[in-house]
């Protein structure tokens, strides 16, 4: 799913194409993302684009006349910029809003149809869209500590929450722990003041690097490789890589479709933490340690031979 980082890319290039621009046609051939009935997505053709903004993970363009598209891009959407007279090839769009100088187009991978788009009119009806989480590139420690604080969750829960913090999801959670050298199980109440603001800067510091980042790496274009994975991060999507920190294997935690990242060493003190389903299938047998693990593994390849 796109998160703050991605989406500042999305909006740096939607500005440079299409705000101040007399939207020309608009379809929305894909039914299922289509999630209001009125205002109709038509009423926008012929008024200017006043500006691109994010709302927690979703992406907003305001209208002339106080209309606004919500897009939630969810896991698998994106958008698209097409020139005049360029055709996309095998993208099967769901969402097209054209313009003289070229075509926004979403589509979506895969079968599920999950990414949605609202039409709105007026403030209110926007706010209606807001989960509410603090922005943490824009509020003070102790605005971050209260919302963190207020409810005793993990802090991969408490980081991806988008009713406590804003724009944050899966990945940038798991290289904001890693840079506050933080378990993502760590209750949030049980911080203490010093750890509490390690996360905030850490948080502040690599929502930053990574917005700085991609924007630099578009250089002018529309970004069309957004993904939650990518090389350079240092646990997100990295199991049994090497940390850049200490060069120990990456591990996870699996849930469901979710996967949590992190270093033992960096962020653990060497403990494993428990995957749910190994280790309901491995009960005592559970390894608590990396050593543990590498010996288990080092027995299992020597019973082999």
Not at 25 to 41: I, K, M, N, T, W
Not at 274 to 287: E, G, V
Request: with cysteine.
């Amino acid at each position: 799913m796109p998160e703050l980082p991605d989406i500042t890319a999305y909006l740096e290039a939607l500005e440079e194409r299409i705000v101040g621009q007399p939207a020309e046609r608009v379809a929305v051939p894909g039914l299922s993302l289509l999630r209001s009935v009125d205002p109709a997505p038509g009423e926008v053709e012929g008024r200017r684009v006043a500006g691109a903004r994010r709302l927690g993970k979703r992406v907003v363009l305001e209208f002339e006349d106080d209309l606004f598209f919500v897009f939630h891009l969810m896991i698998a959407g994106r958008f698209h910029w097409k020139p005049p007279g360029k055709v996309a090839k095998g993208r099967r769009e769901l969402f097209s809003l054209g313009f003289s100088e070229g075509t926004l187009t979403l589509t979506e991978a895969g079968t599920k149809r999950r990414a949605s788009l609202h039409v709105v009119r007026g403030a209110a009806a926007l706010a209606e869209h807001d989960p509410g989480g603090l922005e943490v590139l824009e509020c003070e420690f102790a605005a971050f500590g209260a919302a963190l604080t207020a409810r005793n969750h993990t802090l991969k829960r408490a980081l991806t929450d988008p009713h406590i913090l804003s724009g944050i999801g899966n990945a940038y959670s798991d290289e904001i722990l890693h840079h506050a050298r933080l378990s993502p199980v760590r209750l949030s109440q049980k911080l203490s003041g010093e750890e509490l603001e390690r996360l905030f800067e850490s948080a502040r510091e690599t929502l930053n690097l990574w917005v700085e980042r991609l924007c630099r790496q578009r250089a002018g274009g529309f970004p069309e490789k957004v993904t939650a994975f990518r090389d350079d991060m240092a646990v997100h999507g990295r199991y049994g890589k090497p940390c850049p920190v200490c060069d120990a294997p990456v591990q996870r935690i699996v849930y469901a479709s979710n996967e949590t990242n992190y270093c033992a060493p960096c962020q653990t003190g060497g403990r494993l933490l428990a995957d749910r389903a190994l280790s309901r299938l491995l009960k005592k047998d559970w390894p608590r340690s990396l050593e543990e693990l590498e010996a288990r593994r080092a027995a299992g390849r020597a019973g082999g031979r």
